[in-house]
């Protein structure tokens, strides 16, 4: 079983920056993939960004590409989201997300556990 525990979330002013935390807990396979996603009031859940456990590999959403970057940290078994230059479209619960295949991608129901959210609410 893997349990994670989001961090990191709060009220910031546009082009502003916040630093998401993703701790997990249990056995986490080389295979896994680690996300982040949103959900913003009214809409439904969107891709934000992936990491592998194993390798380099990374993938951003359009919206957030160049303004977001995920990490690592394979030793203290946590995954960061750096958001810079925040947008009020940006507001929203971010969750973190973990995939125990290899081929996992942005979509939602590919990813087996889920963390409870961290609320990200960026002011005009």
């Known amino acids: 079983q893997v349990q994670l525990v989001e961090s990191g979330g709060g009220l910031v002013q546009a082009g502003g920056s916040l630093k998401l935390s993703c701790a997990a807990s249990?056995?986490?396979?080389?295979?896994?993939?680690m996300g982040w996603f949103r959900q913003a009031p009214g809409k439904e859940r969107e891709f934000v960004a992936y990491i592998k456990w194993s390798g380099d590999m990374t993938y951003y959403a359009n919206s957030v590409k160049g303004r977001f970057a995920i990490s690592r940290d394979n030793a203290k078994n946590t995954v960061l989201l750096q958001m810079n230059s925040l947008k009020p479209e940006d507001t929203a619960v971010y969750y973190c997300a973990m995939g125990i295949y290899f081929n996992t991608g942005g979509h939602p129901t590919g990813y087996n556990y889920w963390g409870q959210g961290t609320q990200v609410t960026v002011s005009s």
């Open positions: 249990g056995t986490i396979l080389s295979t896994s993939t």
